[in-house]
């Protein structure tokens, strides 16, 4: 089975400030990652997601995350947060049972932005 | 678009009480599924149907039943729940989900349901 591990489950942080959410993944085989953001009382929303090729993959809202196979991670970074990026992050991998496929969320890290 | 929608927004019912939760794409996606998610914890996957078909079943109890009468509907019928069970119901949708692992999955706003 596929799974990740989000290592903070709270990240607080100053307005403008850069931060780095942590994201590591376990996997015996090809895998394919996904960052979505959840704010307060809504849905999730797709940030980005890696399923090939380049290693740097460029989000939207300014984010950007770095699929590391040799250290089987995927931190999510933004150089500068805004007030508005508070919400829940949630690091995920698909794998497929039943031929269907299934998607494998992390415990979630909560990003505070503070004025 | 990339839009799911979910009907109702919120939902209050007892013990005794039927009711379904609705949810709608039109994107053309034949992968829908139910996702549960309690208070600071991240979704669980409930069920999933591929081509109108369920191919998942997380040992979810049978006070849970799906339907999908279409390729743009999915609904959850709900019988004698308990306040347990009361949390954000998240519906999503993606392309297949018979290519591989790499379809993105979009969500719903999800309905938020309290079993008093």
């Known amino acids: 089975a596929q799974s990740v591990t989000q290592l903070d489950s709270q990240v607080p942080v100053f307005e403008e400030a850069p931060v780095e959410l942590r994201c590591n993944y376990s996997?015996?085989?090809?895998?394919?990652l996904f960052w979505y953001v959840q704010y307060p009382n809504q849905g999730l929303q797709l940030l980005l997601k890696y399923l090939s090729g380049s290693t740097l993959v460029k989000g939207i809202n300014g984010f950007e995350a770095e699929f590391n196979k040799s250290q089987t991670s995927f931190h999510l970074r933004k150089p500068s947060v805004h007030i508005s990026d508070t919400a829940e992050y949630f690091c995920?991998?698909?794998?497929?049972?039943?031929?269907?496929?299934?998607?494998?969320f992390g415990q979630g890290t909560r990003l505070t932005i503070n004025p | 678009d990339t839009e799911v929608t979910q009907t109702p927004k919120h939902l209050v019912m007892g013990m005794t009480n039927k009711k379904s939760l609705k949810c709608e794409q039109h994107?053309?996606?034949?992968?829908m599924y139910w996702y549960k998610q309690k208070a600071k914890k991240p979704p669980e996957l409930m069920f999933v149907?591929?081509?109108?078909?369920?191919?998942i079943n997380e040992s979810v109890p049978s006070r849970f039943s799906p339907e999908c009468p279409n390729s743009s509907l999915l609904n959850l019928h709900l019988h004698a729940l308990q306040p347990e069970d009361s949390a954000l119901y998240l519906c999503?949708?993606?392309?297949?989900?018979?290519?591989?692992?790499?379809?993105?999955?979009?969500f719903g706003p999800g309905t938020r349901l309290t079993v008093l």
């Open positions: 996997s015996s085989v090809s895998v394919y």
């Open positions: 995920a991998v698909t794998w497929r049972i039943q031929g269907a496929q299934k998607l494998v």
């Open positions: 994107m053309g996606h034949r992968a």
């Open positions: 999503a949708s993606s392309q297949s989900g018979l290519a591989g692992n790499t379809d993105t999955q979009y």
């Open positions: 149907y591929s081509y109108e078909k369920l191919s």
